[in-house]
């Protein structure tokens, strides 16, 4: 695919946005506004300044992955502008700062490419896990940056000066700091990692030194388990370390110790969280206790049972019954008004998406490039795996964003920057 | 390397399977069962909160409508101004219990389009109107409550019917209820007590309950009669003190315990005029089952009968349960035993004599009006079907009007208006009688018919009769729409 038909693809999606919005308008007995014209303004200029820096810096990236995620983030768009108008304003704003930080991140990279990634890796993993302690910081001191906690798990900081508010969620962030240094981490001692081994038994496992980024990464997840007492951010990040470990070494007792420690970790979590405790009994029966635990889940299920097939429409469900909706339940707006019709092109455009990430990683001759883009299309992937499961009720919920869609900042912020980074590890392979 | 991270992508795409196929599950295969959950807040809000159209009597008066929350002006809240006058007609558009009544049979008429389906969205778009439209009935407000009035606190019924349209005048089932009611916060604990009413308030008895019709079947057995040629008005019958049964002890006896004329012969003119048990009965016996069953079936009896609201039929019985019981053959034809009708039936019976001897379809709706006041669809009278000859009705009328002028009936008499009617008075084996009275007015050109009823005789009780207990109800219905449409 050339870049030009990248770009239409891309003009096509931003009028998928300015389209949705002028029929939410339509369906609410609203005139066409400027809403309409502004929302197509925002997305050209955001999906059109990325295409433009990848045309000077990466001009060898893949021609999929833009593409792919502006129409996610279109779909998205209109169910947050459908719930709430002040959200997507905001998210307008949010998605020109997200394609303004991978614009950045292109520019950053035009010369150097990923060689500081992989060069300046402590100063990843510092920063990483610096991230993720970020919001323990006092609630209540009289610094302006806070951390403070929200549905039970304390994931966020706060921004405050005067009037200006921002929040944030550095954990999204740290992912993909994580991601960047396990992948120089482990691109030079994979070799090491693979072959030494220690006998027990029948068994043979790597030396016990050899293990220790494992039982870091069960740390730094345990860490923010306990602390900031959230299973979801927890998964993602330990699932993100032993994916890439297992994708180093291709040693399938990563993922058998990985599985039994997360187990062990979720059990506890379980016996201690009362907040954990009440997602799993909402999972396991959402209409036992319908007025209070299972409320959300029994919302979610009403909303994708009333779109059936075709799906109410833009603007004419009611999504807005579910709690929020335009955060982890953004897939059961698309279910009730898009219909089976959205919900299956939206799961498969994000397996496309992933699809993109992980032929990057294959074609990738570099090791270094192989694991972070690996990395980095696996945790998206799995991401969306566990919301959209969450919110259908085929896993226990766990309060993680959509990918692309969901309103959010750091959530858009992330994605896009996970975005730029596969479009320039592919620009290099091929370069 | 490649192959383990081939194995991770593989994991996930069989993971974003299962995603596939259970989102297919949840929208297509259970999708039905969450959709309808009754805690599905789209069930409730497609029944509550929207606009609904206006329900207006024949003479406008608003009888149902929406009106703006004052709290949401994008909610409405359904209102029903004449309450208990109209609950049984109009019913109800309940967050708890559905729609019920009028609400119910024109639901989909009277709700807004700006709603759920892809259906409406399509109509929208080849230029169909998403408001919701307005019905007006053929009720006469002004009838209407004076029928509810003349009622009085007895449990009972009255239907009025113009004869040459089958437009239904008023319709009034007693005791009723507010269905406001059923809107409020109350609504549970107001249906629960409603239904452990034993008078039955939430009955529509006009259509949904069936009664012996006594002596107003023997308009029917008349007709049987005359189109036979078994008889005439003039024709001598048999005139007993009691008749016997055949194959019993039982007897018939007339209301008085008396004969019916001055001897042992009377004419079926003096039989109907008196309503005499006697006379009538051996009349049936000598009719015999096969008229009988194809009368009453020819004047709807065992018959669907086309309505906005659902009618239960009322009951005469096949020739063949005759064929051993001749008792039982005696019995219906004075309008006991087996033989149930609605009120609803007896006065589409009387419109039947009113009407030269047709039926028309009976309706409550005359127009269906669109958002801006204009006429989408008007109600044309239709014929049911032929009862009688136009002869046969002109004899039955004039005996009829006899009744009325010197029977059984004289109480409905309405001062310079030749009413016609019959009276009933039908023994139920328990408790006082039910007793009725349907009749037509003005005779020369009738504009309206009626059937009155009142269950176990009223504040009468045990010495209620149709004539004293049905005849004066029936008398203020008739002058009243006489003098306001005469």
Redesign the interface.
């Given at each position: 695919m050339t870049r030009n038909a990248e770009a239409a693809l891309l003009v096509g999606a931003a009028s998928v946005a300015a389209f949705g919005v002028a029929l939410v308008n339509l369906a609410r007995?609203d005139g066409l506004d400027a809403q309409v014209a502004l929302t197509f303004v925002v997305m050209i200029a955001s999906f059109g300044g990325l295409h433009l820096a990848i045309r000077q810096w990466s001009p060898e990236a893949s021609t999929y992955l833009l593409p792919l995620a502006a129409i996610l983030t279109a779909i998205g768009f209109v169910e947050v502008y459908r719930l709430d108008r002040g959200l997507a304003s905001l998210q307008r704003w949010w998605l020109l700062i997200a394609t303004a930080l991978a614009v950045s991140l292109l520019l950053a990279m035009r010369r150097t490419g990923l060689a500081p990634l992989r060069r300046y890796r402590y100063v990843f993993l510092l920063s990483g896990l610096l991230l993720l302690l970020l919001p323990l910081l006092p609630t209540d001191w009289s610094f302006p940056l806070r951390g403070f906690e929200q549905n039970g798990s304390r994931l966020w900081i706060r921004f405050q000066a005067g009037p200006l508010r921002l929040q944030f969620q550095p954990g999204e962030i740290a992912k993909l700091v994580l991601a960047a240094f396990l992948a120089s981490y482990l691109s030079e001692r994979?070799a090491v990692l693979g072959v030494q081994t220690r006998p027990l038994g029948r068994y043979r496992l790597p030396e016990l030194r050899q293990l220790a980024p494992l039982v870091i990464a069960w740390a730094a997840s345990f860490v923010v388990l306990i602390y900031q007492r959230d299973l979801g951010a927890s998964l993602l990040l330990f699932a993100l370390f032993i994916?890439m470990l297992?994708?180093?070494?291709?040693r399938g007792i990563y993922l058998t110790t990985g599985g039994l420690l997360f187990g062990a970790g979720g059990v506890a979590a379980w016996l201690s969280f009362p907040h954990v405790q009440r997602r799993v009994s909402a999972w396991l029966d959402p209409f036992g206790d319908?007025a209070d635990t299972g409320y959300q889940i029994?919302?979610s299920?009403?909303a994708?049972?009333?779109?059936?097939?075709?799906g109410?429409?833009l603007g004419?469900?009611?999504p807005d019954?579910i709690p929020n909706a335009a955060t982890d339940f953004i897939f059961a707006a698309v279910?009730e008004e898009l219909?089976?019709a959205g919900?299956?092109a939206v799961?498969?455009t994000?397996?496309l998406l992933?699809?993109v990430g992980?032929g990057i990683?294959?074609r990738s001759r570099d090791?270094f490039r192989?694991l972070l883009a690996?990395g980095l299309?696996?945790v998206l992937?799995?991401q969306t795996?566990l919301i959209?499961?969450g919110v259908?009720r085929?896993l226990p919920l766990t309060g993680i964003t959509l990918p692309f869609m969901s309103y959010g900042g750091s959530s858009l912020v992330a994605n896009f920057l996970l975005l730029a980074l596969l479009a320039r590890i592919s620009h290099e392979e091929r370069a | 390397?490649?192959?383990?991270?081939?194995r991770?992508?593989a994991a996930?795409?069989l993971?974003?399977a299962?995603?596939?196929l259970?989102?297919?599950y949840?929208?297509?295969v259970?999708?039905?069962?969450?959709?309808d959950?009754a805690?599905?807040?789209?069930v409730i809000?497609s029944r509550t909160g929207k606009e609904r159209g206006l329900i207006l009597s024949a003479d406008e008066q608003i009888l149902a409508q929406s009106v703006a929350d004052p709290d949401d002006p994008q909610r409405f809240n359904r209102v029903y101004p004449e309450g208990e006058l109209y609950a049984h007609l109009i019913g109800f558009s309940s967050l708890n219990f559905g729609d019920d009544g009028l609400e119910l049979a024109y639901a989909d008429e009277l709700r807004s389009k700006?709603?759920?389906t892809?259906s409406d969205?399509l109509s929208a778009l080849l230029g169909g109107d998403l408001r919701p439209k307005s019905l007006q009935l053929t009720i006469n407000h002004g009838l209407q409550q004076v029928a509810y009035s003349a009622l009085g606190n007895q449990r009972g019924s009255v239907v009025a019917i113009r004869p040459d349209t089958g437009e239904v005048l008023a319709m009034v089932s007693k005791p009723s209820f507010d269905p406001n009611l059923f809107l409020g916060a109350d609504a549970i604990a107001t249906r629960e007590l409603l239904l452990a009413d034993p008078s039955e308030p939430l009955a529509n008895r006009s259509t949904n309950r069936t009664y012996p019709p006594g002596s107003t079947f023997k308009v029917i057995v008349t007709a049987a009669a005359i189109e036979s040629g078994v008889a005439g008005p003039d024709t001598l019958l048999p005139d007993p003190v009691e008749l016997e049964l055949p194959g019993t002890s039982e007897v018939i006896r007339n209301y008085d315990r008396q004969t019916c004329g001055d001897g042992t012969q009377v004419t079926l003119q003096t039989a109907f005029r008196r309503s005499c048990n006697t006379v009538f009965a051996e009349l049936g016996l000598l009719l015999g089952a096969e008229a009988l069953t194809m009368e009453a079936e020819t004047f709807g009896f065992n018959q669907d009968t086309p309505f906005e609201l659902p009618v239960l039929n009322s009951f005469f019985p096949q020739p063949a349960e005759f064929s051993n019981d001749l008792p039982a053959l005696a019995q219906s034809a004075i309008g006991q035993r087996d033989v149930r009708a609605t009120p609803l039936e007896m006065a589409l019976v009387a419109a039947a004599i009113a009407n030269d001897g047709i039926i028309m379809e009976p309706s409550l709706v005359s127009h269906i009006f669109d958002a801006e006041g204009g006429a989408i669809s008007e109600n044309e009278p239709a014929l049911l079907q032929r009862a009688v000859s136009p002869s046969s009705a002109d004899i039955i009328s004039d005996l009829m009007e006899r009744v009325v002028a010197s029977g059984t009936g004289t109480r409905a008499t309405v001062p310079n208006v030749r009413v016609a009617g019959k009276t009933g008075t039908a023994e139920t084996g328990v408790g006082p009688p039910h007793v009725w009275f349907i009749g037509f007015a003005p005779v020369e050109q009738p504009t309206i018919a009626l059937a009155v009823l009142i269950e176990s005789g009223g504040e009468a009780g045990e010495n209620a009769t149709g004539g004293s207990v049905a005849a004066p109800i029936a008398q203020e219905i008739l002058a009243y729409w006489v003098r306001t449409n005469g």
């Open positions: 007995g994979q994916a297992y994708a180093a070494t291709g319908y029994a919302q299920l009403f994708f049972g009333s779109g059936s097939l075709s109410s429409g004419l469900g009611a019954r279910g219909g089976l919900s299956v799961i498969a994000f397996a992933v699809a992980f990683s294959l090791t192989k690996g299309a696996f992937g799995l795996f959209i499961a259908m085929l | 390397m490649n192959q383990p991270v081939r991770l992508a996930l795409f993971a974003f299962v995603l596939i259970d989102v297919t949840l929208q297509v259970a999708g039905p069962r969450y959709r959950d805690r599905n807040p789209r809000a700006r709603d759920l892809v969205l």
